[in-house]
């Protein structure tokens, strides 16, 4: 996920021809996004504040950092098409759940079941969907507790209700997730090497597991002193 926040308000950073595929909705595009990214201020300031008052309960952070994301206009017309649905302002809202990303790094793996059991109580936002990729790794060993939220934005004249993809990993978690990414995108692996370097990544993704799992003991064998 890059920090691309800019591209939801400057339509001169978008390559030249995408606009070409939303046949004159150019305007309500660009509404469009500037309403996710308000979504995902509005999320990335929920886990601060939830952070801030975690911190004065359990004196320490649950959160090392968070990064938020906009999918860029490529990558949203990439996936209209893979799912083959016309591009449209109205489709794009509708079929695609993470135009706006926050990613929410923790310490240790129960500080996300513990931030996302408290954003569920929150009565202004619903959880729609959750994919919890650390009980039940994919299989290329990623892992990382995905939620779908919907969450209020206040216009000038409307409240407004947008989803925002939140993914909660551990800095180990993060480690391995993008260095994958990395890997997996040099494009000169010969084929007979591929399945290899899979298990090799996953065996790394295992590790990572064990490691996330033995800081945790340590920290609770301190809580115990
Ligand atoms: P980026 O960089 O986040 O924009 P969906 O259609 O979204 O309902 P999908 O696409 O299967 O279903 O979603 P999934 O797998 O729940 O989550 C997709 C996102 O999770 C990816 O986003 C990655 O950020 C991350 N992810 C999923 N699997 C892997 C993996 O094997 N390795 C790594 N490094 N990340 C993974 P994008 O859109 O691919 O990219």
């Known amino acids: 996920m890059q920090e691309i926040r800019r591209v939801a308000y400057a339509p001169g950073l978008i390559a030249e021809g995408v606009y070409d595929q939303l046949r004159g909705q150019e305007k309500e595009y660009m509404r469009l ?78 500080d996300i079941y513990r931030l996302a ?24 060993g990623y892992r990382s507790l995905h939620l779908i939220v919907e969450t209020p934005i206040f216009l000038s004249s409307e409240k407004r209700f947008m989803r925002v993809e939140v993914q909660l990993r551990t800095i180990a978690m993060d480690f391995w997730a993008s260095l994958e990414h990395k890997l997996r995108y040099k494009k000169d692996i010969p084929p007979e090497k591929t399945q290899q370097i899979a298990r090799q990544l996953q065996e790394t993704a295992e590790a990572v597991s064990r490691t996330d799992q033995q800081m945790l003991e340590i920290r609770r064998q301190i809580e115990r002193l």
């Open 117 to 140: 059991d408290m954003l569920a109580l929150q009565d202004d936002i619903y959880i729609i969907r959750t994919k919890d990729y650390i009980r039940h790794p994919k299989e290329s």
């Open 33 to 110: 996004m500037s309403y996710y990214a308000s979504a995902m201020l509005e999320m990335e300031t929920k886990f601060k504040v939830l952070s801030i008052e975690f911190n004065g309960r359990f004196a320490r952070n649950p959160i090392e950092s968070i990064k938020t994301r906009m999918k860029t206009p490529g990558s949203i017309f990439e996936k209209m098409n893979r799912i083959g649905v016309p591009i449209t302002v109205e489709n794009i809202e509708r079929e695609l759940s993470d135009v706006a990303g926050v990613r929410v790094i923790c310490s240790f793996v129960d």
